[in-house]
């Protein structure tokens, strides 16, 4: 497609006149040249002085209407004109930006105005842009299907683009618009864009410092060199505003290390000779290092006496001069003033620099200003969230004194909600007196929706398909309502649930979930997983929370259930009964049904900046919870649970983590080997709890290793071991994790990495009862039971097979299983089960901690949120099963 360059524009000086013609037609297709300037014959200079205007004509118009046309010049019939006239109208014409020339024909005072109305345009083409999506560049052009086309408007567009790829670093695009006529006055306008690469920071450079070094002064900038390990990041792309805020960086950091006078000479970026990247320079004057001098505070607020709150000044006569200690002294004052309900109180330093000792005195003032009380409360922009919704997160009421404490506090709630958007801040503007204070919450309601269909597959239990339905938000009356299905390929299950947070409008929070779950567990069998026994459960649970301070809330729940433990019949019984032999005596002790009926509370502190994703703060859960009432099932179960962030700066985050637990049956199972907690509903510990080992990697085990046959030799390799956790009473677990923040580009693409050590165990069991073989001589004789000492082996262990009633099975000589010994006089050999022998060793059950080191990521990929862990296991226990690699992976669809 050829196409017309939308170049330069003459400017139209004189208006001529010519011998009448008609303007021409438009071209229809591609044309090789568009000029858009006017073009006139040079005659007015003959026109006498002030002539009379016999009439105005149009032509050439076609949407627009002559009289419109006339409105827009100051040329009237039977007014006199002159030259300056004619050209006062040909630049009132072009103004109007509607044509693209304009002739005026003068006639003996007969006006003639000849238009070339300026095309309407079809569409907006963009041509060569892979960086940008399509969308991002048309919302910031102006130009628009079925707009008047104007140069003007054109070369702004262009600009726009290209400032567009300035905002990312390159410098080098550029833009050619191209204009292709159409019939009818129609054009097509195509912007042809060549992006060019990114320009990076090829060299900084700092001419000036003798204090610190260039690379102690790159550290503190924003803008990076370019180096092949920033991949992931921006920081190394030239950005104009990056450039003066590093600047202020560098001031920053000089005034934090008591260089008072320091200041920025220059700061120059230039292109290198290829024009792709930049360097940049920095010229500095250090100056001399300042002591602080004298420091007082100087208050005019009657409950904030000067003598009562000299202790808030950190700083001492004699230290170096720190202009963030200034800052946060400040932040301080300020703060504690509005404590006092001093809303806007503000301390402002007054600084003396005595350069012949090189110290600063610094006074604190803080003027004499009313206390200031509520005067209303302003909700704006939720349409969906009911305002009591958002009033009752409020910790401050109109006609209530000012505290800043509180205002903040109800800033948290209110954010901690998830209705909203992120940064939410309540804005505080004066009343209609002195001493009123308006409180507005400008809201932007989020969706609260959520829709889920996902599948995806996961380390710990491979194919995973979810479906579910949550309103977080219901009716806008803050409810939450979900539903949800899962199904892998170990577990299952349907769960309904309701939550109301304010029960008739009082801060009591109810709720109620039914549930419905399926349950597979398996053993190793080298790395081969193997259905062990089946676990469902069926019931309900209500709860109720009610806050007992700002932080402290109680929480009470009441649930009930059944359970039905099982096994495979044909793999782990014999004769209609559970065989130890088969299954281990921990799982024969297991299987059966059971009602568990138990009532628990949790005592929660939490004084978190986000429950979402948090940065600071702290959040302690101490639970319990009794099962015994009307049930089967009598124990007591106790947790604690404490979590510690700290926002350390720079966008690092660092958490601390901990939690413990352990369990008191109330029954007397009695026998040998059996615990008096039963299997299910003891502690199991590995991943994902604990990273760096396997899926209930952690913790007492037992493990069977099998003979060579023949011989008293076992088969140690793994892939032949059979290894079943039968979890523990006890359990602690502990994690310290740092969150590492990366550039811009990256926080875009979802990527969260971060460090991590976790330590914890799992242990307290009864000893179970080992299963044991005979150990026989040469002969064939037993000797004793495993493990087998000298030249015995071990032998297997026949069982009989039983019918129904008790009675021993025959073969028959089809192969069919009978209980009859005889069959048409033939002998029916007996009808055995031999099991050969095996080696049991129960492992793991200590309290020495289990410690791994490691580092992972989280990605919101567009498949869905992807995590990926690598752990290394420094410390572990025999029989623990490690694991250097783990990941977790689901797709929307």
Same mark, same amino acid.
């Given at each position: 497609m050829l196409g017309t360059m939308l170049g330069g524009f003459a400017v139209p000086a004189l208006a001529q006149p010519a011998p009448p013609s008609p303007p021409p037609a438009p071209a229809q297709g591609p044309v090789p040249q568009f000029d858009t300037g006017a073009q006139a014959v040079d005659t007015a200079s003959q026109l006498p002085e002030g002539q009379v205007i016999r009439a105005v004509l149009v032509e050439g118009s076609q949407r627009i209407e002559p009289d419109t046309v006339r409105s827009y010049v100051q040329l009237r019939p039977g007014a006199t004109y002159t030259r300056e006239d004619l050209d006062e109208a040909l630049r009132d014409l072009f103004e109007t930006e509607l044509f693209a020339d304009v002739e005026i024909r003068d006639n003996q005072g007969e006006l003639t105005i000849v238009v070339q109305e300026n095309p309407v345009i079809n569409r907006i083409l963009l041509e060569g842009n892979r960086r940008l999506d399509d969308d991002d560049i048309r919302g910031e052009i102006r130009l628009a299907p079925r707009q008047i086309f104007t140069r003007s408007r054109a070369r702004a567009d262009v600009a726009r683009i290209i400032e567009l790829y300035r905002r990312r670093g390159r410098f080098a695009a550029s833009v050619e618009p191209q204009m292709v006529e159409l019939d009818q006055n129609r054009v097509d306008i195509v912007f042809e864009i060549s992006e060019g690469p990114r320009s990076r920071v090829q060299q900084i450079n700092v001419i000036g410092n003798e204090v610190f070094s260039d690379s102690d002064l790159r550290s503190e900038m924003a803008t990076k060199q370019s180096r092949f390990f920033r991949f992931f990041s921006s920081s190394d792309t030239f950005d104009p505003d990056r450039l003066a805020f590093d600047q202020q960086r560098l001031r920053q950091f000089y005034l934090t290390e008591g260089y008072a006078d320091f200041r920025v000479i220059s700061a120059v970026a230039e292109l290198t000779p290829d024009r792709r990247d930049f360097i940049i320079t920095y010229v500095v004057e250090e100056g001399e290092r300042y002591r602080f001098g004298e420091l007082e505070l100087d208050s005019d607020l009657r409950d904030f006496s000067s003598e009562r709150f000299a202790g808030f000044i950190p700083m001492q006569t004699g230290d170096w001069y720190n202009a963030q200690q200034i800052e946060d002294t400040i932040d301080r004052l300020n703060e504690t003033a509005g404590l006092l309900g001093y809303a806007f109180a503000e301390a402002r330093p007054e600084f003396n620099i005595n350069r012949d000792d090189r110290t600063m005195d610094v006074r604190f003032r803080i003027e004499e200003t009313p206390r200031v009380y509520i005067e209303r409360i302003d909700i704006n922009g939720n349409t969906l969230t009911r305002d009591k919704v958002i009033r009752r997160e409020f910790r401050l009421q109109e006609g209530d004194a000012f505290n800043s404490?509180?205002?903040?506090?109800?800033?948290?709630?209110?954010?901690?909600?998830?209705?909203?958007?992120?940064?939410?801040?309540?804005?505080?503007?004066?009343?209609?007196?002195?001493?009123?204070?308006?409180?507005?919450?400008?809201?932007?309601?989020?969706?609260?929706?959520?829709?889920?269909?996902?599948?995806?597959?996961?380390?710990?239990?491979?194919?995973?398909?979810?479906?579910?339905?949550?309103?977080?938000?219901?009716?806008?009356?803050?409810?939450?309502?979900?539903?949800?299905?899962?199904?892998?390929?170990?577990?299952?299950?349907?769960?309904?649930?309701?939550?109301?947070?304010?029960?008739?409008?009082?801060?009591?929070?109810?709720?109620?979930?039914?549930?419905?779950?399926?349950?597979?567990?398996?053993?190793?069998?080298?790395?081969?997983?193997?259905?062990?026994?089946?676990?469902?459960?069926?019931?309900?649970?209500?709860?109720?929370?009610?806050?007992?301070?700002?932080?402290?809330?109680?929480?009470?729940?009441?649930?009930?259930?059944?359970?039905?433990?099982?096994?495979?019949?044909?793999?782990?019984?014999?004769?209609?009964?559970?065989?130890?032999?088969?299954?281990?005596?921990?799982?024969?002790?297991?299987?059966?049904?059971?009602?568990?009926?138990? =009532?628990?509370?949790?005592?929660?502190?939490?004084?978190?900046?986000?429950?979402?994703?948090?940065?600071?703060?702290?959040? =302690?859960?101490?639970?319990?919870?009794?099962?015994?009432?009307?049930?089967?099932?009598?124990?007591?179960?106790?947790? =604690?649970?404490?979590?510690?962030?700290?926002?350390?700066?720079?966008?690092?985050?660092?958490?601390?983590?901990?939690?413990?637990?352990?369990?008191?049956?109330?029954?007397?199972?009695?026998?040998?080997?059996?615990?008096?907690?039963?299997? $299910?509903?003891?502690?199991?510990?590995?991943?994902?709890?604990?990273?760096?080992?396997?899926?209930?990697?952690?913790?007492?085990?037992?493990?069977?290793?099998?003979?060579?046959?023949? $011989?008293?030799?076992?088969? $140690?390799?793994?892939?032949?071991?059979?290894?079943?956790?039968?979890?523990?009473?006890?359990?602690?677990?502990?994690?310290?994790?740092?969150?590492?923040?990366?550039?811009?580009?990256?926080?875009?693409?979802?990527?969260?990495?971060?460090?991590?050590?976790?330590?914890?165990?799992?242990?307290?069991?009864?000893?179970?009862?080992?299963?044991?073989?005979?150990?026989?001589?040469?002969?064939?004789?037993?000797?004793?039971? $495993?493990?087998?000492?000298?030249?015995?082996?071990?032998?297997? =262990?026949?069982?009989?097979?039983?019918?129904?009633?008790?009675?021993?099975?025959?073969?028959?000589?089809?192969?069919?299983?009978?209980?009859?010994?005889?069959?048409?006089?033939?002998?029916?050999?007996?009808?055995?089960?031999?099991?050969?022998?095996?080696?049991?060793?129960?492992?793991?059950?200590?309290?020495?901690?289990?410690?791994?080191?490691?580092?992972?990521?989280?990605?919101?990929?567009?498949?869905g949120p992807f995590r990926i862990d690598l752990a290394y296991a420094l410390l572990q226990e025999e029989g623990d099963e490690d694991k250097i690699f783990s990941f977790n992976i689901g797709t929307q669809f």
């Open positions: 404490f509180l205002v903040r506090r109800s800033q948290s709630r209110i954010q901690s909600l998830g209705f909203f958007q992120e940064n939410f801040e309540i804005e505080q503007s004066p009343g209609s007196a002195p001493d009123r204070i308006v409180l507005t919450a400008n809201v932007e309601e989020n969706p609260t929706g959520e829709l889920q269909v996902s599948a995806g597959f996961s380390s710990l239990e491979r194919f995973i398909l979810n479906f579910s339905v949550r309103q977080r938000n219901f009716l806008g009356k803050g409810q939450e309502l979900r539903a949800g299905v899962n199904w892998s390929s170990f577990s299952n299950s349907i769960e309904l649930g309701f939550t109301e947070p304010y029960l008739f409008d009082r801060n009591i929070a109810v709720g109620v979930d039914l549930f419905r779950r399926d349950f597979d567990s398996f053993n190793f069998i080298g790395n081969d997983r193997n259905t062990t026994y089946e676990q469902v459960s069926t019931g309900f649970q209500v709860r109720a929370g009610v806050p007992l301070t700002e932080y402290w809330t109680l929480a009470l729940r009441y649930g009930l259930s059944q359970e039905d433990i099982t096994l495979d019949r044909n793999t782990f019984f014999i004769n209609d009964e559970c065989s130890p032999l088969l299954a281990g005596r921990f799982l024969c002790d297991t299987i059966g049904e059971r009602i568990i009926s138990s =009532i628990g509370y949790s005592l929660v502190y939490n004084n978190l900046d986000n429950n979402v994703r948090p940065s600071s703060g702290r959040r =302690i859960i101490l639970s319990q919870d009794f099962a015994g009432l009307l049930g089967d099932v009598r124990y007591l179960r106790t947790r =604690i649970d404490a979590d510690q962030y700290f926002n350390i700066g720079s966008g690092f985050i660092f958490g601390l983590s901990a939690e413990a637990g352990y369990i008191q049956s109330f029954e007397n199972r009695g026998g040998a080997g059996v615990d008096d907690v039963r299997l $299910t509903d003891r502690f199991f510990l590995g991943e994902p709890q604990i990273r760096g080992f396997d899926i209930r990697g952690v913790g007492p085990r037992v493990q069977r290793f099998s003979y060579e046959p023949g $011989t008293n030799n076992l088969i $140690t390799e793994e892939r032949f071991v059979t290894d079943d956790a039968i979890g523990g009473r006890a359990y602690y677990l502990a994690r310290a994790e740092l969150e590492i923040p990366l550039g811009s580009g990256a926080r875009e693409l979802g990527f969260r990495p971060s460090i991590f050590v976790d330590a914890g165990a799992v242990f307290g069991v009864t000893d179970p009862v080992l299963q044991t073989f005979p150990c026989l001589d040469a002969n064939g004789n037993e000797v004793g039971r $495993t493990p087998c000492t000298g030249d015995a082996i071990p032998g297997p =262990i026949i069982t009989r097979l039983l019918d129904n009633t008790g009675n021993p099975l025959f073969i028959a000589p089809d192969g069919t299983l009978t209980p009859d010994a005889v069959t048409d006089g033939t002998n029916n050999p007996e009808a055995n089960r031999t099991i050969a022998p095996f080696l049991e060793r129960f492992v793991g059950d200590s309290p020495s901690p289990r410690v791994t080191i490691g580092a992972g990521v989280s990605w919101n990929s567009p498949f």
